[in-house]
């Protein structure tokens, strides 16, 4: 089975969350100094995903990219925390983490 990259700028993918009945997707076009964005689309839907974010500097990378019920957070490699609270459609700021993100969890 091939990957389904229809909408994707690079089809280099490291994480993966469901929030509500929405998968959210991160990817890359690969594994080294590559620009990484989150994408959603509707749980068993196919067709394009739908870029969510802007492409950030860098992966987003495994375990940077959580989500629960409607709520979704994920890190850049930056250090940004960005966080969705309507299943990744809308992303804000949520502050900045000091040093290199290891992972991200909504609690």
Same mark, same amino acid.
């Not at 089809?11 to 620009?35: K, N």
């Not at 492409?55 to 989500?67: Q, R």
């Given at each position: 089975?091939? =990957?389904? %990259? $229809?909408? =994707?700028?690079?089809?280099?993918?490291?994480?993966?969350?469901?929030?509500? @009945?929405?998968? =959210?997707?991160?990817?890359? /076009?690969?594994?080294?100094?590559? #620009?990484? %964005?989150?994408? /959603? /689309?509707?749980?068993?839907?196919? &067709?394009? +995903?739908? %870029?969510?974010? $802007?492409?950030?500097?860098?992966?987003? @990378?495994?375990? +940077?990219? $959580?989500? !629960? $019920?409607?709520?979704? %957070?994920?890190?850049?490699?930056?250090?940004? #925390?960005?966080?969705?609270? @309507?299943? &990744? !459609?809308? +992303?804000?700021?949520?502050? /900045?983490?000091?040093?290199?993100? #290891?992972?991200?969890?909504?609690?």
């Amino acid at each position: 089975m091939g =990957l389904d %990259a $229809d909408g =994707l700028h690079g089809s280099y993918c490291r994480a993966v969350a469901v929030a509500g @009945d929405t998968v =959210l997707l991160t990817a890359s /076009r690969g594994p080294h100094g590559s #620009r990484g %964005a989150v994408y /959603r /689309r509707s749980l068993g839907a196919s &067709g394009a +995903w739908e %870029a969510v974010t $802007d492409e950030v500097d860098g992966n987003i @990378d495994t375990f +940077w990219l $959580d989500a !629960r $019920d409607d709520a979704a %957070a994920f890190v850049t490699e930056a250090g940004e #925390r960005w966080e969705s609270g @309507d299943a &990744g !459609r809308t +992303w804000s700021l949520a502050g /900045r983490v000091a040093g290199t993100p #290891r992972a991200v969890a909504i609690a």
